[in-house]
């Protein structure tokens, strides 16, 4: 084969690629943009109950929480960004309760992700947010979790298993009667 065939075949499968790559993108986001980063269905989602994989995240005190340490009580575990619009919508809603649930036996657990730690760290100001909450920088807290979009919340048991799992911004009601049903067990 001539130089010209090389030169065409070379730069032509690399396109091809590409174009493949696209094409299955918009295949898995339905062709809407930004389809796999923020969850645009609501609701509880079905999960297998089966023990929470445990995790070390450096929190904004600078200590690090492991989730083990936490056995015996109930998380709730969310998964959030600040340029999330529902994540924003629902801060105040998770902070209310979270202070309205101090006396019981009760943890939540704010993991950041797809985010700057600056904006994060503005985030948690803004809206006053008291609880402990990290930034999972490598993503290996959100793949061991199989996030898929934010906002996520997991509701782990006293047993430190996933009960739960909640996609979207959570109606306080909603969230009070699953936090009322885990703490009565």
Same mark, same amino acid.
């Given at each position: 084969?001539?130089?010209?065939?090389?030169?065409?075949?070379?730069?032509?499968?690399?396109?091809?690629?590409?174009?493949?790559?696209?094409?299955?993108?918009?295949?898995?986001?339905?062709?809407?943009?930004?389809?796999?980063?923020?969850?645009?269905?609501?609701?509880?989602?079905?999960?297998?109950?089966?023990?929470?994989?445990?995790?070390?995240?450096?929190?904004?005190?600078?200590?690090?929480?492991?989730?083990?340490?936490?056995?015996?009580?109930?998380?709730?575990?969310?998964?959030?960004?600040?340029?999330?619009?529902?994540?924003?919508?629902?801060?105040? +809603?998770?902070?209310?309760?979270?202070?309205?649930?101090?006396?019981?036996?009760?943890?939540?657990?704010?993991?950041?992700?797809?985010?700057?730690?600056?904006?994060?760290?503005?985030?948690? +100001?803004?809206?006053?947010?008291?609880?402990?909450?990290?930034?999972?920088?490598?993503?290996?807290?959100?793949?061991?979790?199989?996030?898929?979009?934010?906002?996520?919340?997991?509701?782990?048991?006293?047993?430190?298993?996933?009960?739960?799992?909640?996609?979207?911004?959570?109606?306080?009601?909603?969230?009070?009667?699953?936090?009322?049903?885990?703490?009565?067990?």
């Amino acid at each position: 084969m001539n130089k010209r065939v090389w030169i065409i075949i070379l730069t032509g499968l690399p396109l091809l690629a590409f174009l493949g790559i696209l094409v299955w993108a918009s295949s898995q986001t339905g062709g809407r943009a930004g389809g796999l980063g923020v969850n645009t269905e609501f609701g509880v989602s079905e999960v297998e109950r089966e023990p929470a994989k445990d995790f070390a995240l450096e929190v904004q005190s600078g200590d690090t929480l492991l989730l083990s340490d936490l056995e015996g009580k109930v998380v709730m575990l969310d998964f959030w960004a600040s340029w999330c619009a529902p994540c924003r919508q629902e801060a105040p +809603v998770l902070e209310e309760t979270y202070r309205n649930y101090a006396s019981t036996d009760l943890e939540f657990v704010g993991v950041n992700i797809w985010d700057l730690p600056d904006n994060a760290a503005a985030y948690l +100001v803004d809206f006053g947010i008291s609880y402990p909450n990290g930034v999972d920088g490598e993503g290996l807290i959100a793949i061991d979790y199989g996030v898929k979009g934010i906002p996520e919340k997991f509701f782990i048991d006293r047993d430190g298993n996933v009960r739960q799992k909640f996609v979207g911004p959570i109606r306080p009601e909603k969230l009070r009667e699953t936090l009322d049903e885990l703490l009565a067990e």
